[in-house]
């Protein structure tokens, strides 16, 4: 009988910030043979050493081939950790890249749940209810040239700062052209930065959409946009 073990990939996320990393993840990453990852600080590097970890910082690389340095150092150790922040496997390239990369050679692939963003920005909205007919969740980066509005439903708009990169200037003023056309100019939006290893703080700015485009500058990767229902109670 074969004792050879399998190789094992942790996907894991700290949370929103250090603290927030739950026992679940230390618990994997204690029994890691090294921690990767694309987003550590001083402070959490020292935290993790603090675990007798071994830890790689990678740097200035595409997701792509941030995935394919991680699955191949599979040929010198057994266990690995990918560890990010926020919500590990949404709307992150890194790791639905590094999930494919790793399916590929067969290793075995285990994805631990983090505390979410949407909590997050739950709380900070105060929501406790959404429209008669649901929220919708919409990332902007896959239908950027021609974004979908559905003044009906409580929307989130995630990804919403590619709207502002460079070379998106049309696309971001149809956008705002969709969304001044589709509501009422007294409807609300909400721009959502949640604290994380990225912003010490929470920013909420609130508006009309009468005024969007004033405050459209102040999107960025990390901003999401949240509209209610125009009918919404």
Known sequence: ????????????????????????????????????????????SRFLKKLSVRIKIIKNLKPDKTAQAVVSAFKEFDKICFLTYGNPMFLNATTGYLKKEALKTGVKIIVLNAVSSFDAIISLLGLCKFSDIGIRVVDIASCIKDV??????????????????????????????????????????????????????????????????????????????????????
């Open 1 to 44: 009988m074969s004792t050879h073990k399998k190789k094992e990939l942790i996907i894991c996320s700290l949370g929103l910030f250090k603290n927030q990393c739950t026992l679940e993840v230390l618990a994997h990453i204690k029994t890691c043979d090294i921690v990767f990852s694309h987003m550590l600080d001083g402070e959490i």
């Open 148 to 233: 979908v509005v559905t003044p009906e439903m409580d929307t989130l708009f995630f990804m919403a700062g590619d709207l502002n990169l460079k070379g998106n200037e049309k696309y971001k003023n149809n956008f705002i052209k969709k969304l001044m056309a589709a509501y009422t100019q007294s409807a609300e939006f909400f721009m959502i930065d949640t604290k994380s290893i990225a912003t010490n703080s929470d920013t909420l700015i609130k508006g009309n959409i009468s005024d969007l485009d004033k405050y459209f500058s102040k999107v960025n990767e990390r901003t999401t946009l949240f509209l209610p229902a125009i009918n919404s109670k």
